[in-house]
């Protein structure tokens, strides 16, 4: 634990209530009656989160550095947590501050690719430290309980702290018969702290390679005006990725996606984009899409992805996302962001089912 702060950057905008609630922000006090502190979060992946995203949720706030020994410590612990307990209301927000890196944002992105964070990430500012009171080293971490009502604060990590914070969370969640349910929803009277809940999946979603995935499909009309049916794609692997025309790993993505488009193409294995794009104008959302393949001189299928086609990848945290499929349509690999490690394993993946 590292008890200085170091550079601080960042793109996180935080607008505090009244002293009632800078009093709770800047304190380990305990929770208060309030609709909590206002905010807008623009995280790596280019989403924009505010208060209005998390009001029913329980949040923890995690502040780390790639740097840090026990923020590095509690990564997989975290991640391990937001997969157990997305579903009953756990949201995670990681707000990093790195120490004198020429690309924070890049660093950051290459490190949640490698160790596989599924929740948002930003990067931190002076303004955000400044809510927690008598800030004394990394990881710092602030738990909310439903309605952004702030619980308490937490220093540092250990395997010793697994415990608490899992107890403290199934408790917050209402999972153990004496914390907070969401509204319309009653309290487990079954859940044991240590038991491992499986994840509410819907059919047709995507989850975690080989669980879930079975009957997820789709059909889209690429930029190009070609059909583009899932289900028609068996016999050889498909490469389908989550991507858009604007968000800051659109070029990266898509230099990844033709790449692997150029050593496909001799095999027939298809390299498909789908597009989220900020627009809701559909003809608005083909013309970006047109004039970025066009600019960029790619060749792979990209076509315009909505809502819809998002909510069939089951905790979806950010652009890219890329998803390898056997000649069986089964998932065979899921990865975000982009790395050099992660290309390589795109590439091993699809090697493997050819």
């Known amino acids: 634990m590292d008890d200085s702060l ?9 607008r505090t209530l009244l002293a009632p609630l800078v009093a709770a922000m800047l304190g380990s ?17 280019g989403r924009t989160l505010s208060q209005a995203d998390f009001k029913n949720s ?9 740097w840090c020994p026990p923020c590095r410590k509690a990564i997989p612990f975290l991640v391990e947590l937001y997969g157990k307990y997305k579903h009953h209301g756990l ?11 020429a690309n924070p944002a890049q660093l950051v992105r290459e490190f949640a690719a490698e160790h596989r964070i599924t929740y948002p990430l930003a990067l931190g500012t002076p303004a955000q430290m400044r809510l927690v009171d008598n800030f004394r080293g990394y990881p710092t971490m602030l738990f909310f309980r439903r309605g952004l009502k702030l619980d ?41 702290p240590a038991a491992m809940e499986p994840e509410s999946v819907r059919p047709g979603s995507i ?9 997820f499909d789709f059909s889209a009309v690429d930029s190009d005006g070609k059909k583009i049916e899932f289900s028609k794609m068996r016999g050889k692997p498909v490469v389908l990725a989550l991507t858009s025309t604007w968000d800051s ?18 095999d027939g294995i298809p390299v498909i984009a789908a597009c989220l794009e900020m627009s809701r104008d559909p003809a608005a959302k083909l013309a970006a899409i047109q004039g970025f393949k066009a600019e960029k001189a790619f060749n792979f299928q990209m076509f315009a992805a909505g809502l819809d086609f998002q909510k069939k990848i089951h905790l979806f945290s950010g652009l890219p996302l890329y ?18 490690a992660i290309a390589a394993r795109l590439r091993a993946a699809i090697a493997a089912e050819r």
Do not use: C
Request: aromatic residues 6%; hydrophobic residues 35%.
């Open 323 to 340: 998803l390898v499929f056997d000649p069986e349509g089964v998932l065979v690999l899921r990865e975000a962001g982009n790395s050099p």
């Open 58 to 66: 329980v949040l923890l706030i995690d502040y780390w550095g790639t």
């Open 207 to 215: 989850f975690r390679p080989g669980e879930a995935d079975q009957g």
């Open 6 to 14: 170091g550079p601080i950057p960042g793109k996180l905008m935080m």
């Open 249 to 266: 790993e659109a070029l990266a993505t898509g230099k990844l996606l033709e790449e692997l488009q150029q050593e496909l193409s001799g």
């Open 29 to 45: 006090l305990p929770a208060q009656e309030t609709e909590g502190p206002e905010f807008e979060v623009e995280t790596l992946g």
């Open 152 to 192: 308490h604060q937490k220093v540092g990590f250990a395997d010793s702290s697994k415990a608490e914070i899992e107890a403290w969370l199934r408790s917050a969640l209402g999972l153990d018969g004496d914390g907070e349910a969401p509204e319309g929803q009653a309290r487990s009277e079954t859940a044991k």
């Open 91 to 101: 949201e995670i927000i990681g707000l990093n501050y790195e120490r004198g890196a």
